[in-house]
């Protein structure tokens, strides 16, 4: 099939080259010039394991490119991926400037085509946006009527990062939501994955879906969070508490390990997201998603308070902090539970040396010269009074410590293995 791809961050570039891998002939789309030539060079301009390479080869076999004329390629192509991104804004609530853009622009070329086009939300969108936003716009700028000239469809994406490629390649479940069958029946082809789940849906319940999967992770995380929490106080092993409850396969191991929390560019932004939806357009409180919040936010300063009781006033001292990153794998800092942290710890007069294995430069961007940036652990540990592991790099299993000043660690994580060499402690373990 012939296929547009309307944004091409994250989720779009990974779309857009697994389905050139998978045979079909692609085109991505974007607004930003310089990132449509490095695509075009075979250069991602994100970071994200495997998709460099899978871009290559889309380049090298032929079927696949990057442009900024929307119109030229919705008129060659037979479906369309709405993949542009859905940013907080400061009320929690998501910001569809980037989805009225591309449904404007799709709509406008539509007005001139003469042959049915498939357009496909993929962006993660609140419950009815695609009912309420999408379509009035195409109907509006295409003068045709959705269902007729054209389709829609919604296919949540369940990417991980670091993981993205693995995920688009070999899905859990593929998520249909459909207008109607003819658009259902399209996408279903165009999503065909060898022996993997279909569940075909309305439009607004897809869209439910994708926030009730994050949602629910989120869940699980400060669950256990909270568990590891009074685990601590009661002396019992957090560990193995987390472990004897995930053999309950009605519970499963997935999404149990303690630590500071959940970040990245999902699970805080999309819980707040149907929070905000729930309470203001529903009035609906949410109670147990309020409370995920509320533990996430608390538990990475937890940390904190660690280091304070062992060491007193943290004023004047300097801290070792390893790992930027809002997870291991990537260098993507959005909602890092280390900005906390690192925000708390300067407030707190503390010098603050950061490392991360890969995200060292965007942590530029958040922290400026309010912290040193090292190159690499030994130069993080130096002179430090206490350490924070604050990211699951492998690279942080075994750790020389002989540097530091001080020998306390606080491992947020659960990563270091040689703890015998300092004064460990775990955040709930
Ligand atoms: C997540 C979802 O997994 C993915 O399906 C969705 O499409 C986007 O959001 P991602 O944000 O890439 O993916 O990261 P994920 O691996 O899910 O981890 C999210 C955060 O939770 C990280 O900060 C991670 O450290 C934390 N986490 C995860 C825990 O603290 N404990 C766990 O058991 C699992």
Same mark, same amino acid.
């Given at each position: 099939?012939?296929?547009?791809?309307?944004?091409?961050?994250?989720?779009?570039?990974?779309?857009?080259?697994?389905?050139?891998?998978?045979?079909?002939?692609?085109?991505?789309?974007?607004?930003?010039? $310089?990132?449509?030539?490095?695509?075009?060079?075979?250069?991602?301009?994100?970071?994200?394991?495997?998709?460099?390479?899978?871009?290559?080869?889309?380049?090298?076999?032929?079927?696949?490119?990057?442009?900024?004329?929307?119109?030229?390629?919705?008129?060659?192509?037979?479906?369309?991926?709405?993949?542009?991104g859905t940013p907080s804004k400061d009320d929690g609530s998501a910001d569809l400037k980037y989805v009225e853009a591309a449904a404007k622009s799709i709509g406008e070329a539509l007005k001139e085509k003469d042959a049915y086009h498939l357009v496909i939300m993929k962006s993660t969108v609140i419950p009815g946006t695609t009912e309420n936003v999408l379509i009035p716009i195409?109907?509006?700028?295409?003068?045709?009527?959705?269902?007729?000239?054209?389709?829609?469809?919604?296919?949540?994406?369940?990417l991980r990062e670091g993981r993205a490629v693995e995920d688009f390649l070999n899905p859990d479940r593929v998520i249909i939501g459909q207008l109607d069958s003819k658009a259902g029946n399209l996408a279903?082809?165009?999503?065909?994955?060898?022996?993997?789940?279909?569940?075909?849906?309305?439009?607004?319940?897809?869209?439910?879906?994708?926030?009730?999967?994050?949602?629910?992770?989120?869940?699980?995380?400060?669950?256990?969070? $909270?568990?590891?929490?009074?685990?601590?106080?009661?002396?019992?092993?957090?560990?193995?508490?987390?472990?004897?409850?995930?053999?309950?396969?009605?519970?499963?191991?997935?999404?149990?390990?303690?630590?500071?929390?959940?970040?990245?560019?999902?699970?805080?932004?999309?819980?707040?997201?149907?929070?905000?939806?729930?309470?203001?357009?529903?009035?609906?409180?949410?109670?147990?998603?309020?409370?995920?919040?509320?533990?996430?936010?608390?538990?990475?300063?937890?940390?904190? $308070?660690?280091?304070?009781?062992?060491?007193?006033?943290?004023?004047?001292?300097?801290?070792?902090?390893?790992?930027?990153?809002?997870?291991?794998?990537?260098?993507?800092?959005?909602?890092?539970?280390?900005?906390?942290?690192?925000?708390?710890?300067?407030?707190?007069?503390?010098?603050?040396?950061?490392?991360?294995?890969?995200?060292?430069?965007?942590?530029?961007?958040?922290?400026?010269?309010?912290?040193?940036?090292?190159?690499?652990?030994?130069?993080?540990?130096?002179?430090?009074?206490?350490?924070?592991?604050?990211?699951?790099?492998? $690279?942080?299993?075994?750790?020389?410590?002989?540097?530091?000043?001080?020998?306390?660690?606080?491992?947020?994580?659960?990563?270091?293995?040689?703890?015998?060499?300092?004064?460990?402690?775990?955040?709930?373990?």
């Open positions: 099939m012939r296929i547009s791809v309307i944004g091409t961050g994250y989720v779009g570039l990974i779309t857009g080259t697994g389905l050139a891998s998978k045979g079909h002939t692609v085109t991505c789309v974007d607004i930003d010039k $310089e990132k449509v030539e490095k695509i075009n060079k075979g250069i991602s301009p994100i970071f994200e394991e495997n998709l460099d390479e899978m871009l290559k080869k889309a380049i090298a076999k032929g079927n696949f490119n990057a442009t900024l004329d929307i119109k030229n390629a919705i008129f060659n192509t037979e479906l369309s991926f709405i993949c542009v195409l109907e509006k700028e295409s003068g045709k009527k959705a269902g007729e000239a054209f389709g829609v469809c919604m296919t949540p994406e369940f279903k082809q165009v999503h065909e994955t060898k022996d993997r789940p279909f569940l075909r849906t309305d439009l607004r319940t897809a869209e439910m879906i994708k926030y009730s999967s994050n949602a629910f992770l989120a869940t699980k995380i400060s669950f256990i969070n $909270e568990i590891g929490n009074i685990c601590k106080k009661i002396g019992a092993d957090t560990l193995q508490v987390s472990r004897g409850i995930g053999m309950d396969h009605r519970i499963s191991p997935h999404f149990l390990r303690p630590g500071i929390g959940f970040g990245g560019s999902c699970f805080p932004k999309d819980v707040k997201a149907l929070m905000h939806q729930a309470s203001d357009d529903y009035d609906y409180k949410p109670k147990i998603l309020n409370a995920v919040m509320e533990v996430n936010d608390d538990q990475p300063l937890r940390l904190i $308070e660690l280091a304070e009781k062992k060491l007193g006033d943290l004023n004047g001292k300097t801290a070792a902090i390893l790992g930027l990153a809002f997870k291991a794998g990537t260098d993507d800092l959005r909602e890092s539970r280390a900005i906390p942290i690192i925000h708390k710890l300067i407030e707190k007069g503390v010098k603050v040396q950061g490392y991360d294995p890969k995200a060292g430069e965007t942590a530029k961007e958040e922290f400026g010269d309010k912290i040193t940036y090292a190159q690499n652990i030994q130069e993080a540990l130096k002179d430090a009074d206490f350490c924070l592991i604050t990211t699951e790099w492998p $690279e942080f299993k075994n750790i020389n410590f002989d540097g530091m000043k001080g020998k306390a660690v606080f491992d947020g994580r659960n990563i270091l293995e040689n703890r015998a060499d300092v004064d460990y402690e775990g955040l709930c373990w």
